[in-house]
């Protein structure tokens, strides 16, 4: 990967690999988001890492439509046009200020990215296949740990609305709009 500038970037510390059991705070789920895309690990997402998660999770229909949607991404993300979008620019990314209807739906979409039979919920199979596409493939014991660690019914699967609380801040996750997942 080259640099536009010439200059040598100043190596940012290493992201410490992501763990897949935490059940921790916003800042180590947003790093272990981040680190998804940072492939390298550099603590920078370049164009071609965000190409390879875009392109894993839902295929353009041709090269040049990939390019341009990579191209938007990037211009929306990488807020000091250095030609990277580094973890403060990704949290402040999903830290903006967007309509609860708007971040339902992206949330919907990387819901629905990993419940690839469109039942509803997200098994250990479909979690295990979606991660091994994106080059985080993880054993079965671990995704199964996974959902567990998520899912509040104990049923072995993941619902939207469960997905939606582990993805979200603590303030949408926690009711902004009154949803609340069903115990019965």
């Known amino acids: 990967m080259s640099t536009t ?3 040598e970037q100043p190596q940012k510390p290493q992201a410490p690999p992501a763990s897949l059991l935490s059940a921790g ?9 981040f680190s998804r895309f940072d492939a390298d690990g550099d603590g920078r ?31 929306e993300l990488d807020a000091d046009r250095d030609g990277f979008v580094d973890l403060g620019e990704f949290e402040a990314f999903h830290a903006r200020g967007q309509g609860q209807r708007d971040m339902d739906a992206e949330l919907r979409d990387a819901f629905d990215v990993y419940d690839i039979n469109g039942d ?38 993941v619902g939207f609305e469960e997905f939606k609380k582990m993805m979200s801040p603590p303030d949408a996750a926690a009711g902004v709009t009154g949803d609340k997942p069903n115990k019965e």
């Open 25 to 33: 705070h916003d800042d180590a789920e947003m790093k272990k988001v």
């Open 45 to 75: 997402i370049s164009p071609s890492e965000l190409a390879a998660v875009a392109g894993a999770i839902s295929p353009p229909p041709s090269e040049s439509t990939g390019g341009r949607e990579v191209g938007a991404m990037m211009d």
């Open 120 to 157: 509803g919920r997200i098994s250990v199979p479909e979690l295990s296949k979606v991660l091994g596409r994106i080059g985080e493939g993880c054993s079965t014991e671990e995704c199964e740990r996974m959902i567990d660690s998520v899912g509040v019914e104990g049923d072995g699967y």
């Open 5 to 7: 500038t010439g200059q």
